[in-house]
């Protein structure tokens, strides 16, 4: 159950920013006892890996926080972010020493199923990111954008640290990112049906007969 918990949360930190979790598996592998990295997974803790994983987030993070720029990253992350979640979730353990799930092995035995979750998980976030951004940026004037981008590269952070350490606490913020996502959904339904309306009675007086 804890071994779901920590995929579950580096799979949300990874729709947040694909690479943080990628690199923070590789760190704790790397320097901590908190986690063992089997053969099949040894190159996220690889020096070569680390610092093209390192130069990405360096660019993703100043993307992120430009506005306009940072949708059309969310854009273009779509696809990295959710198969980061995936990655993550077949590669995540729990706060205890355990060697996690070779690659090798994830087509045997419905091992396949992490992955898929990770994915669908990132996807969660990612998509809850995305939706928002842009009305952050309208009712800021774009001056909103670093100041949630940098909350969320913390808030990344903090959730792989959090997966690993106390993963039980995961289990809370699943149920808080699928509220948000409901509610965004919600609003983003409701301001298109809204449209329609202010169209129709929001013309130009016609002019008396």
Same mark, same amino acid.
């Given at each position: 159950?804890?071994?779901?918990?920590? /995929?579950? /949360?580096?799979?949300?930190? +990874? /729709?947040?920013? /694909?690479?943080?979790?990628?690199?923070?598996?590789?760190?704790?592998?790397?320097?901590?006892?908190?986690? +063992?990295?089997?053969?099949?997974?040894?190159?996220?803790?690889?020096?070569?890996?680390?610092?093209?994983?390192?130069?990405?987030? +360096?660019?993703?993070?100043?993307? *992120?926080?430009?506005?306009?720029?940072?949708?059309?990253?969310?854009?273009?992350?779509?696809?990295?972010?959710?198969?980061?979640?995936?990655?993550?979730?077949?590669?995540?353990?729990?706060?205890?020493?355990?060697?996690?799930? *070779?690659?090798?092995?994830?087509?045997? *035995?419905?091992?396949?199923?992490?992955?898929?979750?990770?994915?669908?998980?990132?996807?969660?976030?990612?998509?809850?990111?995305?939706?928002?951004?842009?009305?952050?940026?309208?009712?800021?004037?774009?001056?909103?954008?670093?100041?949630?981008?940098?909350?969320?590269?913390?808030?990344?952070?903090?959730?792989?640290?959090?997966?690993?350490?106390?993963?039980?606490?995961?289990?809370?913020?699943?149920?808080?990112?699928?509220?948000?996502?409901?509610?965004?959904?919600?609003?983003?339904?409701?301001?298109? +049906?809204?449209?329609?309306?202010?169209?129709?009675?929001?013309?130009?007086?016609?002019?008396?007969?």
């Amino acid at each position: 159950m804890l071994e779901l918990l920590t /995929g579950s /949360g580096m799979a949300m930190a +990874a /729709g947040l920013n /694909g690479y943080v979790p990628l690199i923070g598996l590789g760190l704790l592998s790397r320097y901590t006892d908190l986690l +063992a990295l089997p053969a099949g997974w040894g190159w996220l803790e690889s020096t070569p890996a680390l610092v093209v994983l390192g130069v990405l987030l +360096a660019v993703e993070v100043v993307a *992120d926080k430009i506005p306009v720029v940072d949708s059309v990253n969310d854009v273009l992350q779509t696809v990295v972010r959710p198969a980061a979640g995936g990655i993550v979730f077949a590669a995540g353990s729990a706060s205890e020493t355990t060697a996690v799930a *070779d690659p090798g092995t994830l087509l045997q *035995d419905w091992q396949w199923v992490p992955v898929v979750l990770g994915v669908l998980l990132a996807l969660t976030t990612h998509t809850t990111k995305a939706v928002a951004r842009p009305a952050v940026n309208t009712v800021t004037a774009g001056t909103g954008a670093p100041v949630v981008s940098a909350a969320e590269d913390v808030s990344a952070v903090a959730l792989v640290l959090v997966s690993v350490v106390l993963p039980a606490l995961v289990a809370l913020l699943v149920v808080v990112v699928v509220v948000l996502l409901v509610l965004a959904v919600r609003r983003r339904i409701a301001a298109r +049906a809204a449209r329609p309306l202010r169209h129709a009675s929001g013309g130009p007086p016609g002019l008396p007969g």
